[in-house]
């Protein structure tokens, strides 16, 4: 338990029987709520082709290629971001 709570504002949440067999946890978030393509796609393809255009006129680097980096930047920062994110930034710190 932190030491800045007092017991009266810390409370654990106790797992029911129910969720406990069968691993699965519920959404809180309505579906309503949810971040919709619409949102996001439009920036991401907007992006995509304004990297791969100043790859290409700047640094003369063939599509194919910066393509490839790019999904190996997405790769590589999604796997930092779920490692750090199931160890914490400093392990050995409680």
């Excluded at 971040?35 to 003369?60: A, D, H, N, R």
């Excluded at 910066?66 to 914490?88: C, E």
């Amino acid at each position: 338990m932190a030491p800045f709570l007092s017991p009266t504002q810390y409370k654990p949440i106790e797992p029911d029987g129910e969720m406990e067999k069968s691993g699965v946890v519920e959404d809180p978030v309505s579906p309503e709520d949810f971040i919709k393509t619409w949102m996001w796609l439009p920036g991401l393809l907007f992006i995509l082709v304004l990297t791969c255009s100043v790859m290409k006129l700047q640094y003369e680097m063939p599509i194919g290629e910066v393509l490839l980096a790019l999904l190996l930047a997405f790769f590589f920062s999604f796997l930092a971001i779920q490692s750090t994110g199931a160890t914490g930034p400093i392990p050995f710190l409680i």
